[in-house]
Protein backbone atom coordinates (compact mmCIF):
# COMPACT_ATOMS: atom_id res chain seq x y z
CA UNK A 1 0.00 0.00 0.00
CA UNK A 2 1.93 3.35 -1.17
CA UNK A 3 -0.28 5.64 1.00
CA UNK A 4 1.52 3.89 4.11
CA UNK A 5 5.33 4.45 2.47
CA UNK A 6 8.29 6.55 4.11
CA UNK A 7 9.79 7.97 1.74
CA UNK A 8 12.84 9.93 2.17
CA UNK A 9 12.87 13.93 2.95
CA UNK A 10 15.22 14.46 -0.48
CA UNK A 11 15.06 14.99 -4.11
CA UNK A 12 17.18 11.83 -5.19
CA UNK A 13 15.93 7.69 -5.24
CA UNK A 14 17.81 6.19 -2.54
CA UNK A 15 18.68 2.52 -3.67
CA UNK A 16 20.50 -0.09 -1.46
CA UNK A 17 21.74 -3.40 -2.72
CA UNK A 18 20.79 -6.50 -1.18
CA UNK A 19 24.73 -6.98 -0.28
CA UNK A 20 24.78 -3.51 1.77
CA UNK A 21 21.62 -4.45 3.45
CA UNK A 22 22.00 -4.93 7.63
CA UNK A 23 22.29 -8.08 9.40
CA UNK A 24 19.43 -6.97 11.31
CA UNK A 25 17.47 -7.05 8.04
CA UNK A 26 18.68 -10.45 6.76
CA UNK A 27 18.16 -12.07 10.38
CA UNK A 28 14.16 -10.91 10.59
CA UNK A 29 13.87 -12.05 7.13
CA UNK A 30 14.77 -15.64 7.56
CA UNK A 31 12.19 -17.98 8.62
CA UNK A 32 9.89 -15.29 6.89
CA UNK A 33 6.29 -17.49 6.03
CA UNK A 34 5.34 -17.21 2.38
CA UNK A 35 2.57 -14.84 1.74
CA UNK A 36 -0.46 -16.80 1.84
CA UNK A 37 0.48 -18.54 5.07
CA UNK A 38 -1.04 -16.43 7.12
CA UNK A 39 -4.09 -15.67 5.45
CA UNK A 40 -4.48 -19.50 6.41
CA UNK A 41 -3.33 -19.45 9.85
CA UNK A 42 -6.31 -16.55 10.34
CA UNK A 43 -8.64 -18.50 7.96
CA UNK A 44 -10.97 -19.83 10.93
CA UNK A 45 -11.37 -16.53 12.43
CA UNK A 46 -12.35 -14.73 9.33
CA UNK A 47 -14.05 -17.48 8.31
CA UNK A 48 -16.23 -17.23 11.27
CA UNK A 49 -16.70 -13.38 10.47
CA UNK A 50 -17.93 -14.15 6.99
CA UNK A 51 -20.84 -16.59 8.30
CA UNK A 52 -21.91 -13.88 10.93
CA UNK A 53 -21.76 -11.24 8.51
CA UNK A 54 -18.91 -9.17 10.10
CA UNK A 55 -16.31 -9.37 7.00
CA UNK A 56 -16.23 -9.05 3.47
CA UNK A 57 -13.94 -7.72 1.03
CA UNK A 58 -14.43 -4.16 -1.09
CA UNK A 59 -12.64 -4.28 -3.93
CA UNK A 60 -12.66 -2.41 -7.21
CA UNK A 61 -13.70 -5.62 -9.19
CA UNK A 62 -16.95 -6.27 -9.30
CA UNK A 63 -17.18 -10.02 -8.77
CA UNK A 64 -20.51 -11.61 -8.08
CA UNK A 65 -19.31 -13.78 -4.58
CA UNK A 66 -17.65 -10.44 -3.80
CA UNK A 67 -21.17 -8.89 -4.17
CA UNK A 68 -23.22 -11.25 -2.76
CA UNK A 69 -21.02 -11.03 0.76
CA UNK A 70 -21.36 -7.24 0.58
CA UNK A 71 -25.39 -7.61 0.55
CA UNK A 72 -25.32 -10.72 3.02
CA UNK A 73 -23.71 -8.70 5.60
CA UNK A 74 -26.04 -5.40 4.88
CA UNK A 75 -29.23 -7.96 5.32
CA UNK A 76 -27.70 -9.22 8.60
CA UNK A 77 -27.02 -5.73 9.84
CA UNK A 78 -30.51 -4.40 8.64
CA UNK A 79 -32.38 -7.37 10.59
CA UNK A 80 -30.31 -7.40 13.72
CA UNK A 81 -31.14 -3.49 13.94
CA UNK A 82 -35.18 -4.37 13.53
CA UNK A 83 -34.48 -7.17 15.98
CA UNK A 84 -32.71 -4.35 18.26
CA UNK A 85 -36.57 -2.30 17.64
CA UNK A 86 -38.38 -5.17 18.18
CA UNK A 87 -37.04 -5.71 21.71
CA UNK A 88 -38.49 -2.82 23.26
CA UNK A 89 -41.23 -4.00 22.50
CA UNK A 90 -41.05 -6.77 25.22
CA UNK A 91 -42.01 -4.27 28.59
CA UNK A 92 -45.52 -4.10 29.73
CA UNK A 93 -47.03 -2.03 32.51
CA UNK A 94 -47.55 -5.35 34.42
CA UNK A 95 -43.75 -6.07 35.08
CA UNK A 96 -42.47 -6.89 38.03
CA UNK A 97 -38.89 -6.05 39.09
CA UNK A 98 -37.68 -9.45 38.63
CA UNK A 99 -39.30 -9.68 34.92
CA UNK A 100 -38.30 -6.36 34.34
CA UNK A 101 -34.74 -6.69 35.03
CA UNK A 102 -34.33 -10.49 32.79
CA UNK A 103 -36.04 -8.11 30.11
CA UNK A 104 -32.90 -5.34 30.34
CA UNK A 105 -30.59 -7.83 30.23
CA UNK A 106 -32.16 -9.33 26.90
CA UNK A 107 -32.51 -5.98 25.31
CA UNK A 108 -28.71 -4.46 26.62
CA UNK A 109 -27.45 -7.81 24.68
CA UNK A 110 -29.49 -7.50 21.10
CA UNK A 111 -28.60 -4.03 21.14
CA UNK A 112 -24.99 -4.49 21.78
CA UNK A 113 -24.84 -7.47 18.91
CA UNK A 114 -26.54 -4.81 16.43
CA UNK A 115 -23.90 -1.86 17.39
CA UNK A 116 -20.75 -4.39 17.44
CA UNK A 117 -22.45 -5.50 13.91
CA UNK A 118 -22.43 -1.85 12.44
CA UNK A 119 -18.67 -1.14 13.54
CA UNK A 120 -17.88 -4.32 11.50
CA UNK A 121 -19.68 -3.43 8.40
CA UNK A 122 -18.18 0.21 8.63
CA UNK A 123 -14.88 -1.31 8.59
CA UNK A 124 -14.74 -3.77 6.05
CA UNK A 125 -16.94 -0.89 4.40
CA UNK A 126 -13.85 1.28 4.36
CA UNK A 127 -11.46 -1.71 3.55
CA UNK A 128 -9.76 -1.45 6.73
CA UNK A 129 -10.04 -4.79 7.99
CA UNK A 130 -8.82 -6.43 4.59
CA UNK A 131 -5.81 -3.59 5.11
CA UNK A 132 -4.73 -5.27 8.57
CA UNK A 133 -4.42 -8.73 6.90
CA UNK A 134 -2.75 -7.35 3.74
CA UNK A 135 -0.35 -5.64 6.30
CA UNK A 136 0.09 -8.82 8.84
CA UNK A 137 1.24 -11.03 5.85
CA UNK A 138 4.22 -8.82 5.62
CA UNK A 139 7.42 -9.28 7.90
CA UNK A 140 5.79 -12.60 10.13
CA UNK A 141 8.15 -15.54 11.12
CA UNK A 142 7.54 -19.14 11.38
CA UNK A 143 8.16 -18.81 15.51
CA UNK A 144 5.07 -16.20 15.97
CA UNK A 145 2.90 -18.14 13.09
CA UNK A 146 3.15 -21.28 15.32
CA UNK A 147 1.72 -19.01 18.88
CA UNK A 148 -0.36 -17.13 16.33
CA UNK A 149 -2.12 -20.09 15.08
CA UNK A 150 -2.89 -22.04 18.58
CA UNK A 151 -4.20 -19.04 19.43
CA UNK A 152 -6.54 -18.44 16.61
CA UNK A 153 -7.94 -22.06 17.12
CA UNK A 154 -8.69 -21.47 20.49
CA UNK A 155 -10.40 -18.27 20.13
CA UNK A 156 -12.79 -19.84 18.03
CA UNK A 157 -13.28 -22.90 19.79
CA UNK A 158 -14.19 -20.64 22.63
CA UNK A 159 -16.43 -18.55 20.77
CA UNK A 160 -18.18 -21.04 18.80
CA UNK A 161 -18.94 -23.05 22.34
CA UNK A 162 -19.96 -19.99 23.75
CA UNK A 163 -22.59 -19.54 20.92
CA UNK A 164 -23.80 -23.19 21.27
CA UNK A 165 -23.94 -22.50 25.51
CA UNK A 166 -26.41 -19.47 24.55
CA UNK A 167 -28.21 -20.78 21.61
CA UNK A 168 -29.24 -24.25 23.81
CA UNK A 169 -30.23 -22.49 27.14
CA UNK A 170 -32.50 -19.75 25.16
CA UNK A 171 -33.87 -22.73 23.39
CA UNK A 172 -34.66 -24.06 26.67
CA UNK A 173 -37.47 -21.66 27.12
CA UNK A 174 -39.35 -21.55 24.43
CA UNK A 175 -39.98 -25.30 23.42
CA UNK A 176 -40.31 -25.74 27.48
CA UNK A 177 -43.21 -23.51 27.31
CA UNK A 178 -41.33 -21.27 29.99
CA UNK A 179 -43.61 -18.00 30.31
CA UNK A 180 -40.29 -15.22 29.95
CA UNK A 181 -38.60 -16.70 26.94
CA UNK A 182 -42.43 -16.71 24.93
CA UNK A 183 -42.29 -12.86 25.90
CA UNK A 184 -38.88 -12.67 24.07
CA UNK A 185 -41.24 -13.45 21.18
CA UNK A 186 -42.55 -9.73 21.72
CA UNK A 187 -45.03 -8.30 19.86
CA UNK A 188 -45.50 -11.48 17.78
CA UNK A 189 -46.40 -13.29 21.03
CA UNK A 190 -49.96 -11.80 21.36
CA UNK A 191 -50.43 -11.55 17.41
CA UNK A 192 -49.84 -15.45 17.55
CA UNK A 193 -51.47 -16.08 21.59
CA UNK A 194 -54.47 -17.94 19.97
CA UNK A 195 -51.87 -19.84 17.45
CA UNK A 196 -51.41 -23.08 17.19
CA UNK A 197 -48.24 -24.56 18.62
CA UNK A 198 -46.75 -25.17 15.31
CA UNK A 199 -46.64 -21.71 14.74
CA UNK A 200 -45.01 -20.81 17.63
CA UNK A 201 -42.65 -23.00 17.45
CA UNK A 202 -41.75 -21.85 13.94
CA UNK A 203 -41.50 -18.30 15.61
CA UNK A 204 -38.97 -19.60 18.12
CA UNK A 205 -37.42 -21.30 16.00
CA UNK A 206 -36.61 -17.74 14.06
CA UNK A 207 -35.92 -16.21 17.13
CA UNK A 208 -33.10 -18.75 18.00
CA UNK A 209 -31.73 -17.77 14.75
CA UNK A 210 -31.42 -14.52 15.63
CA UNK A 211 -30.37 -14.84 18.80
CA UNK A 212 -27.65 -17.19 17.16
CA UNK A 213 -25.95 -14.25 14.80
CA UNK A 214 -26.41 -11.56 17.82
CA UNK A 215 -24.41 -13.83 20.52
CA UNK A 216 -22.06 -14.72 17.36
CA UNK A 217 -21.42 -11.53 16.23
CA UNK A 218 -20.32 -10.17 19.35
CA UNK A 219 -18.38 -13.03 20.60
CA UNK A 220 -16.56 -13.81 17.14
CA UNK A 221 -15.49 -10.09 16.66
CA UNK A 222 -14.83 -10.19 20.45
CA UNK A 223 -12.01 -12.97 19.40
CA UNK A 224 -10.96 -10.81 16.45
CA UNK A 225 -10.03 -7.88 18.53
CA UNK A 226 -8.11 -9.91 21.03
CA UNK A 227 -5.80 -11.83 17.82
CA UNK A 228 -6.05 -8.24 16.53
CA UNK A 229 -3.81 -6.88 19.47
CA UNK A 230 -2.10 -9.91 19.90
CA UNK A 231 -0.51 -9.09 16.44
CA UNK A 232 -0.44 -5.83 17.02
CA UNK A 233 1.69 -6.19 20.00
CA UNK A 234 4.15 -8.48 18.60
CA UNK A 235 5.32 -5.93 15.64
CA UNK A 236 5.66 -2.98 17.94
CA UNK A 237 7.57 -5.61 19.81
CA UNK A 238 9.80 -6.78 17.09
CA UNK A 239 10.39 -2.80 15.98
CA UNK A 240 11.53 -2.39 19.93
CA UNK A 241 13.59 -5.29 19.31
CA UNK A 242 15.70 -3.87 16.65
CA UNK A 243 15.91 -0.38 17.71
CA UNK A 244 17.99 -2.19 20.51
CA UNK A 245 19.88 -4.12 18.05
CA UNK A 246 20.73 -0.89 15.99
CA UNK A 247 22.30 0.40 19.34
CA UNK A 248 24.59 -2.49 19.65
CA UNK A 249 26.05 -1.86 16.28
CA UNK A 250 26.25 1.92 15.17
CA UNK A 251 28.01 1.06 12.23
CA UNK A 252 24.89 0.20 10.44
CA UNK A 253 22.78 2.43 12.10
CA UNK A 254 21.46 4.74 9.85
CA UNK A 255 20.12 2.61 6.72
CA UNK A 256 18.26 0.42 9.64
CA UNK A 257 17.06 3.37 11.43
CA UNK A 258 15.20 4.70 8.63
CA UNK A 259 13.45 0.67 8.23
CA UNK A 260 12.43 0.93 11.64
CA UNK A 261 11.04 4.04 12.01
CA UNK A 262 8.86 3.22 8.58
CA UNK A 263 7.82 0.38 10.14
CA UNK A 264 6.99 1.49 13.05
CA UNK A 265 4.97 4.64 11.25
CA UNK A 266 2.63 2.04 8.98
CA UNK A 267 1.87 0.50 12.52
CA UNK A 268 0.49 3.50 13.86
CA UNK A 269 -1.01 4.34 10.72
CA UNK A 270 -2.59 1.42 10.88
CA UNK A 271 -3.28 1.58 14.40
CA UNK A 272 -4.48 4.79 13.73
CA UNK A 273 -7.48 3.30 11.26
CA UNK A 274 -8.89 0.66 13.05
CA UNK A 275 -8.46 2.41 16.08
CA UNK A 276 -12.44 3.91 15.62
CA UNK A 277 -14.01 0.44 14.81
CA UNK A 278 -11.69 -0.95 18.01
CA UNK A 279 -13.02 1.56 20.34
CA UNK A 280 -16.96 1.40 19.31
CA UNK A 281 -16.59 -2.58 20.49
CA UNK A 282 -14.16 -2.44 23.18
CA UNK A 283 -17.35 0.34 24.52
CA UNK A 284 -19.76 -1.96 23.72
CA UNK A 285 -18.28 -4.91 25.18
CA UNK A 286 -17.44 -3.11 28.82
CA UNK A 287 -21.05 -1.56 29.04
CA UNK A 288 -23.04 -4.49 27.57
CA UNK A 289 -21.19 -7.00 29.63
CA UNK A 290 -20.49 -5.20 33.07
CA UNK A 291 -24.86 -4.59 33.01
CA UNK A 292 -25.12 -8.45 32.09
CA UNK A 293 -23.40 -9.83 34.73
CA UNK A 294 -24.73 -6.95 37.16
CA UNK A 295 -28.96 -8.11 36.50
CA UNK A 296 -27.67 -11.77 36.37
CA UNK A 297 -26.17 -11.32 40.15
CA UNK A 298 -28.95 -9.74 41.00
CA UNK A 299 -31.30 -12.09 39.76
CA UNK A 300 -29.67 -15.03 41.39
CA UNK A 301 -28.99 -13.51 44.49
CA UNK A 302 -31.99 -11.51 45.36
CA UNK A 303 -34.47 -14.66 44.13
CA UNK A 304 -34.23 -17.58 45.74
CA UNK A 305 -36.97 -19.29 43.62
CA UNK A 306 -34.12 -19.59 41.27
CA UNK A 307 -32.66 -22.44 42.81
CA UNK A 308 -36.14 -24.36 42.30
CA UNK A 309 -35.42 -24.26 38.81
CA UNK A 310 -31.90 -25.57 38.63
CA UNK A 311 -31.50 -25.02 34.46
CA UNK A 312 -32.08 -21.29 35.12
CA UNK A 313 -29.37 -21.24 38.05
CA UNK A 314 -26.91 -23.19 36.00
CA UNK A 315 -27.55 -21.08 32.96
CA UNK A 316 -27.21 -17.83 35.07
CA UNK A 317 -23.99 -18.76 36.46
CA UNK A 318 -22.54 -19.94 33.45
CA UNK A 319 -23.91 -16.48 31.32
CA UNK A 320 -21.93 -14.91 34.30
CA UNK A 321 -18.96 -16.76 33.88
CA UNK A 322 -18.68 -15.94 30.37
CA UNK A 323 -19.22 -12.23 30.79
CA UNK A 324 -16.49 -12.44 33.25
CA UNK A 325 -14.33 -14.10 30.92
CA UNK A 326 -15.17 -11.47 28.39
CA UNK A 327 -14.34 -8.44 30.47
CA UNK A 328 -10.48 -10.36 30.54
CA UNK A 329 -10.37 -10.60 27.21
CA UNK A 330 -11.14 -6.78 26.49
CA UNK A 331 -8.80 -5.30 29.28
CA UNK A 332 -5.66 -8.44 28.13
CA UNK A 333 -5.69 -7.13 24.72
CA UNK A 334 -5.29 -3.70 25.63
CA UNK A 335 -2.83 -3.93 28.31
CA UNK A 336 -0.95 -6.39 25.40
CA UNK A 337 -0.95 -3.06 23.38
CA UNK A 338 -0.04 -0.72 26.01
CA UNK A 339 2.85 -3.11 27.54
CA UNK A 340 4.28 -3.13 24.06
CA UNK A 341 4.36 0.62 23.27
CA UNK A 342 5.57 1.50 26.32
CA UNK A 343 8.54 -0.43 26.64
CA UNK A 344 11.52 0.88 28.71
Known sequence: MSRLK???QRDE???????????????NSAGKLEQGMLAKILLPITFSMRVFGLY?????????????????CLLILVIMWFNAIRIFTIFTRDDILQSALEKISG?????????????????????????ELQTFNKDMNSDMAKQLRV?????????????AFAVVSTAYGPFSN????????????TMILDASPLTINIVSSLYLVLEFYVTGTVIISLMWIYLLSAIISHKFK???????????????????????RCRHQVLCRMVDNIDGCVCVNNATYVVSLICEIILNLYSVIAYLDLRSR??????????????????TIVAHGGIMINQSVRVP
Not at 16 to 27: G, H, L, M, R, W
Not at 151 to 163: D, E, L, N, P
Not at 178 to 189: E, K
Not at 247 to 260: D, F, R, W
Open 151 to 163: KVISCVVIAWFYT
Open 178 to 189: SQFCNLLLAPYN
Open 238 to 260: TCTEMMHDIVKTPESAKNNLEMV
Open 107 to 131: VVWIVAGAIVQTACYRASQNGRILE
Open 6 to 8: VHP
Open 56 to 72: FEKTDKLRMTQQYSRLY
Open 13 to 27: TVEVKAEQESPIVEE
Open 310 to 327: PFFLLASLLWISSCVLGL
